[in-house]
């Protein structure tokens, strides 16, 4: 009985670079135990005691980084970036890899074979497959992603709440009222054409529920024009106690009714923002506490019918090299799919919303489009599996001209996923430049804002030049210590 509990709990989250040698101890120990052979039993345990041991010393890359001298951390990122810029493909496989949640599950099929009534059926045979969750939405949401993900199509961010709309407002002298706010909304969401380059809009609750001045129903104009209406759902971001003054993301409790009220709505999608700050760390904490609530809030909207965008931004603040944001990025993605997968997540009917592989807003030298590109897909190609349909790219504080070369650059080759943007300041900066709150601007804001669409567009096609772009459009947006 020690035996039993011992060994999973020896082992669970060691990392192991052969799955099949836990297997291998695995039918050995049931032989010989089934045998009763005692001496031979307690030898074997000895040996796994032993390889635990030698396992012990090689953490995940991430945990022994943290633990490593800057000096070794820097070599460890120099070696990194060779691989990925020599022969990215071909050396893939001999990266270090995270094994972890693999041997996990070596773990788990030990600890229920010892858990085993006697004269059921083999412990490998047994393990029961992964339920996958069907619910009554699941065609839909299939449907639903497909439909977003469709070529030459992205998504129109607008889901600012009141607050962070207020500041686009304050840029062009506007006071932040709900007429303004309508306004604004409006203008975006009734331009003629747009669902030639848009295929979903994501909406804040306010304008969810809004119409025109004609009366309207906002949503009514999306459908009209091919567009999927999505919702924010999160609540924002509060200090995280324990970190290391770092945010996590609310919004969980109430969730499932407020998601079945914005589906009669017309929503047939959703999003949650929560971010992980480079600088701060990040802190394990931070970043299980994201990728944990981003899980849930996905099987949550996946029960009542929207297709979850699942959005980990990894903020552009920081003065670090790419190298360092490959590395976070590819953890945190890690972990929001191991969550994704423990919460039975459909990953048909989701969506991704990540930051681009960049180097940090402060850092001394910047990437070029090429660059990010082959850093971004290097780390998606090994995080994301091709069942998810799309990657919906968010700005991040990029210039306009900058997010739609860097997506021009992803889709320069074909992709696993439908490879596009979910921007919200890289489609709204000109716009609000040109319109300036006067009556008289509202179609010349229009027209411009058909001008990045079709941008993002060819982009997402791969076909996009930068020749001809407006000075304005090639303006960075950053902003330190930006919040939403
Ligand atoms: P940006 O494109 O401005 O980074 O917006 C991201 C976002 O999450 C808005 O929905």
Redo the contacts with the bound molecule.
Sequence with gaps: MVMKRAIPKTLWGTMFDKVITAKGFLKDFEKRSAKNEKDETSTLFANLVSEEKRLKHKKTESAHLATISKDKRNKKMKINKEIVGTTLQKKQHKEPTEYGYFFCGAAACLHQSFNQRPGSAGPLRSRRLSVIRAGSYADELLKTAKSIASPGRG?L????SNATCGKRLASIGLDNTETNRQAYRQLLLTTPGLGDYISGA?LFEETLYQSTTDGKKFVDCLRDENIVPGI?VDKGLVPLPGSNNESWCQGLDGLASRSAEYYKQGARFA?W?TVVSIPCGPSALAVKEAAWGLARYAAISQDNGLVPIV?P?ILLDGDHSIERTLEVAERGWSEVFYYLAENNVVFEGILL?P?MVTPGAEHKEKASPETIAKYTLTMLKRRVPPAVPGIM??????SEVE?TLNLNAMNKSPNPWHVS????????NTVLKTWQGRPENLEAAQKSLLVRAKANSLAQLGKYSAEGESEEAKKG?FVKGYT?
């Design positions: 998504i961010a607008i889901d600012e994501i924010k999003k923002r959005e931004e919303k930051s790219f968010l700005s991040g504080g990029q997010a943007f979910s921007y919200a300041r890289a489609l709204q947006m939403y």
